[in-house]
């Protein structure tokens, strides 16, 4: 069986590290914004090039304290794609915002700065790139478009920890950025997590106000925040893993290069790499008109595979009645084709054969 992605044999590396972490957080019970999210803040900060990264309780509530902290409110407009996880558009929403989705790119799956520029309104303020499945948005263009136009940036890496352009990482581009360390995420922690990353001063202070119930001092409330803290457990497991997250990003990136070749003549697109970006793999998805055949192969020799999405946003039953008229053909092709394959950094070299042989078979190669 290779599932899509292999947490145990993961913990099982970094099982002693682990271990011994949980003990002197159990022993110290310090539970909540103890020294471990101290010094992960501090870690997660340098190894982004930021100078703030603020843990928080998910990646959800991360995008949501972002897009607080930049200020959008009722009635304004966010421009982002609607071929990412729910989450993304939740979180404009939650702040009384319109989702305005637009169209991707049919090789990367990013949206662009020319859709992006032909959607702006007099209500747009702000613009949400998601570096979908590891590759950064070609964020030159998106910058200059934001410039231009004074709109804010927020960018959801939630699929991004580690993916960079030119050095400079995802999540430093904008005013702040929001991260997930959802188990199954390249830096994944044991539960929920997140973390807002910003280089504004007053964005970082008022973000640390909201994550803690609107406070600056203890019982003491000048906003209405959240209850959306990083707990000592999660921040001692990132501790140990945010070491390690460029050998994991590099592993990701072998097993991806190795699926690539070994799928290359076959009549069906794999991921596509613009070059300008490093792709980090937190999806290998492909785009197959066989998806059907391909997947009942694949699970015939008990091979995990996984739909990213089927839905795009725009046609959620939640979404699907405002947004009617609204229709992203690109989107929505590769929606119905999309499929996505087993990565982890452990994926061995033979188990991604065993999977490319499977799909070959499919096309009598
Ligand atoms: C996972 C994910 C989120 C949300 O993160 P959580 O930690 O699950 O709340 C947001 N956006 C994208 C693109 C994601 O993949």
Redesign the pocket.
Known sequence: MIPMVDLKTQYAQLKDEIDAGMKEVLDTCAFVLGPNVQAFEKEAAAYLGVKHAIGC???????HLALRAAGITEGDEVITSAF?????AE?IAYVGAKPVFVDIDPRTFNITAEAIEAAITPRTKAVMP???FGQPCDMGPILAVCAKHGLKLVE?C??SFGASIGGQQTGSFGLAA?F???P??NLGCYG???LVATDDDEAAAFMLQLRNHGSKVRYYHDVIGYNSRLDEIQAMILRVKLKRIEQFNQGRRRAAHLYSRLLADLPLQTPFEDGIGVHVY?QYTLLCDKRDEVMKALQDKQIACAIYYPVPLHQQNVFKEAYAGVSLPVTEDVARRCLSLPIYPELSDEQVQEIAATIRAVFGA
């Open positions: 309780a998910s990646g959800t509530d991360a995008l990412t996880f729910i989450a993304t979180a998601v570096h979908l959801d939630a699929q929001g997930s360390f959802f199954s995420k929920d997590g997140g937190h």
